[in-house]
C-alpha cells in the first residue's frame, strides 16, 4: 500500500472511530478524501489579551492554564473557588494551518467539530463560518471558498458559559425555569439548565463548580469530491417468530452528487453475505441496509459480565461505482437482544420490571457512573479501564451512566462491551426543568440523533432514559410550583422528551426500550400522561432512595421496590488521596477545608451521627490519627449500610411480601469519583477501593448467602444468579467476641434453590440458637455463615451482629501484626491477631492497587490476602507503606 494510502486509512479511521466505537478498520480510494486533522498545540487568550499561552486541542482552558503554570492545581484546597474567573472570561482558542492544492480543490471541504465546549463563534480567515451551542453535537462547516494557499488562520471565540446561561435566563421572561441556582453549599454558578453542557460542571453535590471552555474533542478538515462516509453503525435484531437474525446497518453518507452504486454486506464466519443497489442522495443523508443471517450457521451470543462470554464478528461493508471500489469499512457487530419486562404480577397490584438479556431474566448489579473528571482531556485510557475492570472485579454487570454528566468517549462503551458490563444511559438532563424554545429544541434534537446513532451499535447499551429525577421533581413539587402554574411544566416535559426525544429514540433504535424518566413508574407514568401521581410507587418501575438519619442496620427502612436504581451513603476517601490537595491545617473533620470539600448539606454531621448508632466514634488526642480514624469509620459505615440494604434487595427477588418484591436490580449510588472528597463512592478519585468496593465483591457475589432478623428470629437467604439449581444448605458458626474458636457450629438440611431465586434455606430464633450454644448472648457472640453444596464452601462467607460493635462484650485490641511477601504469584500480606477483630483494613498509602479482601471480619488467627499491584513495587516498599487498623483501634 502507497504511504498517502497509509495516510489515507489513518484519517478517515480517525474520523470513523469518533462515531464507531466498535470500529476496527476503514479503507477506500485515497483520492476520494482527504482528512486533515488540526489537534495539537494552538494558541489561547482570554477576553482583554492579558492572558496569552499556548494550549492542547483537544482540550479545556483549566487544563491549559494548569499545564503553562498560570494556576495551581484547581482541585488544590480552595481553588475551585479561587478559580472561579475563568469560567465567567471569554476565551478564544487560535491555529494557523497550511492547506495542499489537493485538499482545496476537492469538491467539498468540511470543517469539522467533535466538541466545542459550549458557546462558540467560528471565524476562518477572519470570515464567520458558523455558531455552537451544544458540548454534545458534532458541527460541520463548509469552508472550501475560505481556504487560500499559504498560512490560514482559524479562530474558535468562546463565550463564558455562566454569563450566557445567565443572559438565556433573562431573556425568557414569560416564566422561571426552575432550579434557578444549586444550594449555597455547592458553591457553584446558576442556571445551567440554560445551556447544553454538562450539567454537573456548574456543581453537584458531590463535586466542584469547574464551568469548562473548550475544544474538548477532535477538529479537522475533510475534504472529498464524491462522497464521505460520516458514520457507520449496526443493529443486530432477532425475529423471534422467523427465528432468524438480522442486522441494520445504516450509513451516514454525505455526498457531493446522487450516486449510484452497489452495496455489499457480509458476516464470513457466519456464511451471510447480501449485496444490493442503491443510490445515495446529495447532502447528509441516512442510508440503511439489513444482512439477513444465514439460518444454518450458529451465532454465538453477547452476555451480560457473569452470565456468559462477549463474542463478536466482523462485519465488512463494501461500496462499488462502476466497478470500482469506494467504500470499505469493517467494524464488530454482537448479538443479544434486550427486553424490559413490565407485566402483571401474581399476589401484587402494579406491574413488574426487570431486564431479559437473550431471553433469560438478569438481576442487574453494580452502580451509578459519574464523570471521572471535572476536565476530560484529563481522562485517560488507563483511568477508564481501571474503573470498569474494577466495577467487574467487584461482580458487577450494570452501570448506570448518570443524565448530569457527559455521554462518554467511545472507549467507554468498547470496554463496557468487552467486559459485559450493561448500560443504562441516561440523556443528558437532570434535576431540572427545562426551556422548550425552539431553538433549544432543535440542538437537543441534533445532540440526540446524533449520540443515538454513535452508541447504539453497543450491545453494552441496553437501555435510553430520558432524564434523571425530573419526573419525580415534578410530581412532588421540588421547586415549589404554584398549583395552577403546573400544567405548562408538564406541557413542557413531555414536549420535551415525549415528543422529541422519545420521538427520536423510536425513530433510530428499534432494538431497545426507552424509558422517559428515571426514577419512574414506567408503563404506568405513561398511562398518567406521563408524569405520574407518585414516580416512587413500589409496584412499578424503578426507584431512587435515600435516608441518612433511618438506622441503616435496620433493612426495615428499605423501599421493596421492583428496582433500585440509585441508593447510597457518603463516606471520605483515604488520607492519601486527600493529602495532595490539602496541609497539615486541613487534617481536621472540623478545619475549612472539610466543611468547604462537603457539598451536600449537613453531610459531615449525617455520617458520624450514622456511625454514632452502631460504633464508638474515633476520640484519639492527636489530631492527625482522630482525623484518619474518623474517615476510617465513615467508610466502616457506608460499606456496612449498602451491604445491608443491597442484600435486602438482592434477596426480595423472588418474593412478594404485603404486595411488594420481585426486585430485579440494585444499582447503588455511585461508582466514582469526580475529585477528591467526601462522596456517596465506591472508588475514590486515582482509582483506590474504598471499604464500600470490597463489601461489594462479596455482596454483589453469584452465589450469596444474606443473613437477616425478623421479630427476633434469624434467617439466611440463598441468592443465586446461576441459569442452573442448586441444592445448598447453610453453615452456621457462632462466635464470642473474645475468642477465635466457634462456641458451636450448625448446619441446616440442604435446599433446592432454583437458578435465577432467593431461597431461605435457615430459619431460627435467635433466642433458641443463642441457648443451643450455652455461653452465649446478644452482646456476647456474633455469627457467621457461608453455604454449602455436597459440602464444599460456595460464595463468600458473610457475617451477623447480634448487637451494635459499640454494645459488644468482650470485643478488644486484637494486635494485629503483619507480614509481607513476595511469591512466584505475587505480593501476600498474612494478618495474625490476638482476637476477633471487625472491619479489619490494610492500607498501603499512595501505591496503586488492590488487595483481593479488606475490611473483613477476622475471626481466625491467621489470614492471608494477595495485593495487586498497578504499578511496580516490591515486598519492602509495600511493607514500609502498610498499616492496619481495625474497629477497636479508633477509641
Sequence with gaps: MSLRGNIFIRAVCVLLCLFVGVLTGFSSVPEQHR???????????????????????????????????????????????????????????????????????????????????????????????????????????????????????????????????????????????????????????????????????????????FPTTGL????????????????????????????????????????????????????????????????????????????????????????????????????????????????????????????????PVVGSPGLSFYFRINGKPIFLKGSNWIPAHSFQDQISPAVLRNLLQSAVDANMNTLRVWGGGVYEQDLFYSLCDELGIMIWQDFMFACAMYPTEDDFIQTVRDEVVQ??????????????????ENEAALATDWFDIPASQ???????????????????????????????????????????GWVAANPYDLHYGDTHFYSYTLDCWDWRNFPRTRFASEYGFQSWPSFSTLQPVSIKEDWSYSSNFSSHRQHHEGGNQQMLQQAASHFNLPNATDPLKRFTDTLYITQVMQAQCVKTQTEFYRRSQTEIIEGKGHTMGALYWQLNDIWQGP?????????KWKMLHYFAQNFFAPVLPVGFEDEDTLFIYAVSDMSHDLKLRAAVSVYS?????????LKSDPVLVPGGSAVAIFKQPVAAL?????????????????????????????????????????LQRPNITATVQQDPTGLTVT?????????????????????????FLMVSSNVTVSFTAWRPTSAAELSRSLTVTSLTDVY
Design 35 to 209: 482528512s486533515l486533522s488540526l489537534a495539537g498545540k494552538w494558541s489561547l487568550s482570554n477576553a482583554n489579551g492579558s492572558v496569552s499561552l499556548p494550549a492542547q486541542v483537544p482540550g479545556c482552558v483549566h487544563s491549559a492554564l494548569q499545564q503553562q503554570g498560570f494556576i495551581q492545581d484547581p482541585y488544590f484546597r480552595f481553588n475551585d473557588v479561587s478559580y472561579r474567573w475563568i469560567a465567567f472570561d471569554n476565551w478564544t482558542y487560535t491555529t494557523t494551518f497550511n492547506v495542499s492544492a489537493q485538499v482545496r480543490t476537492k469538491q467539498k471541504v468540511l470543517l469539522a467539530f467533535d466538541g466545542v465546549d459550549t458557546v462558540a463563534s467560528i471565524w476562518l480567515n477572519g470570515v464567520a463560518v458558523g455558531n455552537t451551542d451544544n458540548m454534545f453535537r458534532r458541527y460541520d462547516f463548509s469552508v472550501r471558498d475560505l481556504l487560500k494557499d499559504g498560512d490560514n488562520v482559524l479562530r474558535v471565540r468562546l463565550l463564558s458559559p455562566v454569563l450566557y446561561a445567565s443572559e438565556r435566563r433573562e431573556a425568557h421572561s414569560a416564566y422561571r425555569v426552575p432550579p434557578e441556582c444549586p444550594p449555597d453549599v455547592q458553591k457553584g454558578e446558576c442556571h445551567v439548565n440554560f445551556i447544553r453542557k454538562e450539567q454537573s460542571s456548574f456543581s453537584w453535590d458531590w463535586g466542584p463548580s
Design 216 to 343: 474538548w474533542k477532535g477538529v479537522r478538515l475533510e475534504a472529498f469530491d464524491v462522497l464521505q462516509l460520516v458514520q457507520v453503525s449496526s443493529v443486530s435484531l432477532y425475529n423471534f417468530s422467523l427465528t432468524q437474525w438480522r442486522v441494520q446497518v445504516e450509513l451516514l453518507v454525505d455526498a457531493v452528487q446522487t450516486t449510484n452504486g452497489r452495496i455489499s454486506l457480509s458476516v464470513p464466519e457466519l456464511h451471510s453475505e447480501q449485496s444490493v443497489h442503491t443510490h445515495f442522495l446529495s447532502g447528509r443523508t441516512k442510508n440503511t441496509f439489513v444482512l439477513h443471517i444465514n439460518t444454518s450457521s450458529t451465532v454465538k451470543l453477547w452476555w451480560p459480565s457473569g452470565r456468559g462470554d462477549q463474542p463478536f464478528y466482523q462485519l465488512t461493508v463494501r461500496g462499488f461505482q462502476d466497478g470500482s471500489l469506494i467504500l470499505n469499512t469493517k467494524s464488530k457487530v454482537y448479538f443479544r437482544t434486550v427486553e424490559l419486562i413490565q407485566e
Design 451 to 468: 449520540q443515538l446513532r454513535r452508541l447504539k451499535s453497543h450491545p453494552s447499551v441496553i437501555i435510553w432514559s430520558g432524564n434523571n
Design 486 to 528: 403546573r400544567p405548562r411544566y408538564v406541557k413542557d416535559y413531555v414536549t420535551l422528551y415525549v415528543n422529541n426525544i422519545r420521538e427520536l429514540v423510536q425513530e433510530e433504535d428499534q432494538s431497545r426500550p426507552f424509558l422517559v424518566s428515571s426514577p419512574t413508574n414506567g408503563a404506568e407514568s405513561e398511562r398518567e
Design 679 to 687: 462522596s456517596w463512592s465506591s472508588i475514590e478519585f486515582g482509582g
Design 737 to 745: 467476641w473474645t475468642d477465635l474458636h466457634p462456641v458451636c457450629s
Design 770 to 810: 443463642l441457648a443451643g450454644c450455652g455461653r452465649c448472648t446478644r452482646l456476647t457472640c456474633l455469627l457467621t455463615f457461608h453455604l454449602e453444596d455436597s459440602g464444599a464452601q460456595l460464595g463468600p462467607t458473610n457475617h451477623h451482629f447480634l448487637c451494635s460493635p459499640k454494645d459488644a462484650q468482650g
Design 831 to 855: 494478618l495474625r491477631s490476638a482476637s476477633v477483630a471487625p472491619f479489619v483494613w490494610l492500607d498501603v498509602g499512595n501505591i496503586p492497587g488492590r488487595f483481593s479482601s479488606n475490611g
